[in-house]
């Protein structure tokens, strides 16, 4: 039998760097890139512009299953339209931990991710790669920071965007995404139990790649 195509999977709440980390160790490897969150962060986008509440899980998950989404080097395609910056705004990123509560929408996602799997390999990120998405990952790694180093670095990404920043908005928002993400019944963010935890409250992120490099 073939030998299945490798993941590896990095998981962990969010602002936590675990997307430049996963992007960087595909790079090394010269393996493809999934950044799962982008996806929900585009049902939000597009349930928004379809004047669909994040809260109806049936209308949601509808308007999720009809998407054309592209992933195309940096960028990010819904329909033709080119996203990349839309889905990456607070906003955005609150209202997918608001569409990723619904079990109906992460089943419409599911197979759209797995059938990103393709040789050479796959770097994946987000909340349930390791746990869900693919558990037969050969590298789990669950890539955390304390809550004010990662409310730090994004009021600092926000900053070095020239954008305006509320350090305890962001806090703030950081806490009710984790409460969310960690809290609810269809694939809470935890970590996989033959996991690995990486802890990067003092690590740079070369040094953060060079473990996950470590330990492949
Ligand atoms: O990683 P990112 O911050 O872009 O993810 C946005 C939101 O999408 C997360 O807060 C989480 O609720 C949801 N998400 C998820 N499962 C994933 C990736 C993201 O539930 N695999």
């Given at each position: ?15 936590s760097g675990k997307?430049t980390v ?131 670095r ?46 990067t409250?003092?690590?740079?992120i070369?040094?953060a ?8």
């Amino acid at each position: 039998m073939n030998k299945p195509v490798p993941v590896i999977a990095i998981d962990g709440p969010s602002a936590s760097g675990k997307g430049t980390v996963a992007q960087r160790v595909a790079t090394k490897l010269g393996f493809h890139y999934l950044d799962s969150g982008a996806l929900y962060r585009i049902v939000a986008l597009a349930s928004q512009q379809a004047g669909i509440v994040w809260t109806d899980a049936e209308a949601v998950a509808q308007c999720a299953k009809n998407l054309r989404i592209r992933f195309d080097e940096e960028q990010v395609w819904l329909n033709d339209a080119d996203v990349t910056n839309d889905i990456r705004s607070e906003a955005m990123g609150k209202g997918a931990s608001q569409v990723a509560v619904h079990p109906a929408v992460r089943k419409v996602l599911t197979s759209l991710q797995q059938n990103m799997r393709r040789a050479p390999g796959l770097v994946a990120d987000g909340r349930d790669m390791g746990t869900i998405i693919f558990p037969d990952a050969v590298l789990k790694i669950f890539l955390t920071a304390s809550t004010e180093v990662r409310a730090q670095r994004r009021y600092q990404q926000l900053l070095a965007k020239q954008q305006t920043a509320d350090y305890q908005a962001i806090l703030q928002d950081l806490l009710e995404r984790d409460a969310r993400d960690k809290n609810r019944a269809s694939a809470p963010l935890v970590m996989a139990e033959d996991g690995i935890l990486l802890e990067t409250d003092h690590l740079s992120i070369v040094e953060a790649v060079n473990q996950v490099l470590e330990n492949y």
